[in-house]
């Protein structure tokens, strides 16, 4: 099973699918963005930079996000396929990226780039909600990513929390940061051929399937196809 690096502006579904594939197929899910927000939770001084960042919109220092990123690379089963969510996001990081994976010796993963436009979102950003405890995103604008009961978690039976940083004017800002900064990323995997796009504004079900073809060599699908 292939190794997966999503990059994907805000809201563009890395967290759902990224729970889609943990549970299918066993894959260790490595959010930079929980990383962030549990050192925010511990309360220490750098959780408070960090928190300050975050709340603005703004990105955490290139330095930062790869110790976070070695670390959790360095403790997790190096057997096991995981996911990186929300890493690489600059030039910078992608290049230690590369260095950190070749002295792991992991050759065998795919970039994927989940592509969603501004208006769908923002939509979805408004509308998520998330579990304090597992950490299971929902949408309370999507049939499809509702929970179950409303504003509990299916899983946990919790009430479920809306990110602070989930405002529309925050997130316009994390958008455009998103731009800036991810675009060269994304030209930088395309010349090297391990750039794979999914179109995320497609039923849920249709970007699993596809997920499922790039990580079993398949060919794409597409929402008029049987």
Same mark, same amino acid.
């Given at each position: ?5 999503? %990059? ?29 927000? $549990? ?69 065998? #993963? ?50 479920? /929390? ?6 529309? +004017?925050?997130?316009? /800002?994390?958008?455009?940061? #998103?731009?800036?900064?991810? $675009?060269? %990323? ?16 497609? +039923? ?6 596809? %997920? ?12 008029? +196809?049987?």
């Amino acid at each position: 099973m292939k190794n997966i690096i999503f %990059i994907a502006p805000p809201s563009a579904g890395k967290g759902t699918v990224s729970d889609y594939l943990v549970k299918k197929y066993g894959y260790v899910h490595l959010s930079t963005g929980d990383m962030l927000r $549990n050192e925010v939770a511990r309360g220490s001084e750098l959780g408070k930079e960090i928190d300050t960042l975050i709340s603005a919109g703004k990105f955490v220092s290139d330095e930062l996000i790869i110790r976070l990123v070695r670390e959790a690379l360095l403790k997790e089963d190096i057997h096991k396929p995981f996911i990186l969510d929300g890493f690489p996001r600059t030039l910078v990081q992608a290049h230690q990226l590369d260095q950190m994976l070749f002295l792991l010796k992991i050759i065998d #993963y795919v970039v994927i780039y989940l592509d969603i436009n501004l208006d769908t979102a923002i939509k979805r950003a408004l509308g998520r909600v998330v579990c304090p405890k597992c950490k299971r995103s929902y949408n309370i604008y999507c049939d499809e990513l509702k929970p179950k009961l409303d504003n509990l978690c299916d899983e946990c039976n919790v009430l479920l /929390e809306k990110r602070n940083d989930d405002t529309e +004017e925050t997130f316009r /800002e994390r958008y455009q940061t #998103y731009l800036v900064n991810t $675009n060269p %990323i994304i030209k930088y995997y395309q010349d090297r051929g391990l750039l794979v796009t999914v179109d995320a504004t497609e +039923e849920i079900n249709m970007v699993y399937q596809n %997920i499922d073809a790039i990580i079993n060599n398949r060919s794409l699908k597409r929402e008029n +196809e049987e």
